[in-house]
Antibody, heavy 118, light 107 residues
């Protein structure tokens, strides 16, 4: 069955960096666009970024552009989010999700919590 | 950016009630509108994609309608397991913005 498992979250100081990983199983990663979506504590959902099947097309929310980098390794069935220059407002649960045609996200991981605090 | 506005922000309903949630886009998004359900402490679950297509495995009591700027999610007969927060999302363009959510609570 389709499974997405995020890892790499934790506590980091403002200005620091963190790399999130998402391990995919049960499907062929290379066949799908993938996204990162986050949710601040007690708040709604915020789309962060997506990456096309071959990584030729990448988009970011303005709030993370220039600080976050999405990437993928189809051979390793893995998706990544490199987060630099982290701010307190980046504190959130980060979900990776598989995108289907039309742009909806049909499978989500369980999420990994990133806390940015001094 | 396209703004997505859901109404109401919350509602109280009883098991068996018909529930309707609306989502309005700030500009035309054709049918690129998706609905998600999120229960406390868990990841969102896709219910409806491209405005009216039912995701595999989702009960038929969930229906979506609309196009352009105005969309509706209807639960025909609310069940105990449907108490959750519902989000709409446009996937017409980036950023793929979400509505603020509608919390469905037990009356």
């Amino acid at each position: 069955q389709v499974q997405l498992v995020e890892s790499g979250g934790g506590l980091v100081k403002p200005g620091g960096s963190l790399r999130l990983s998402c391990a995919a199983s049960g499907f062929t990663l290379s066949g799908y666009y993938m996204s990162w979506i986050r949710q601040a504590p007690g708040k709604g959902l915020e789309w962060v970024s997506y990456i096309s099947r071959s990584a030729k097309t990448i988009n970011y929310a303005d709030s993370v552009k220039g600080r976050f980098t999405i990437s993928r390794d189809n051979a390793k069935n893995s998706l990544y989010l490199q987060m630099d220059s982290l701010r307190a407002e980046d504190t959130a649960v980060y979900y990776c999700a598989r995108d289907q045609k039309g742009g909806s996200s049909d499978y989500w991981g369980q999420g990994t919590l990133v806390t940015v605090s001094s | 950016d396209i703004q997505m506005t859901q109404s109401p922000s919350s509602l109280s309903a009883s098991v068996g009630d018909r529930v309707t949630i609306t989502c309005r886009a700030s500009q035309n998004i054709s049918s690129y509108l998706n609905w998600y359900q999120q229960k406390s402490g868990t990841a969102p679950k896709l219910l409806i994609y491209t405005a009216s297509s039912l995701q595999s495995g989702v009960p038929s009591r969930f229906t979506g309608s609309g196009s352009g700027t105005d969309f509706t999610l209807t639960i025909s007969s609310l069940q105990a397991e449907d108490f959750a927060t519902y989000y709409c999302q446009q996937s017409y363009t980036t950023p793929r913005t979400f509505g603020q959510g509608t919390k469905v609570e037990i009356k």
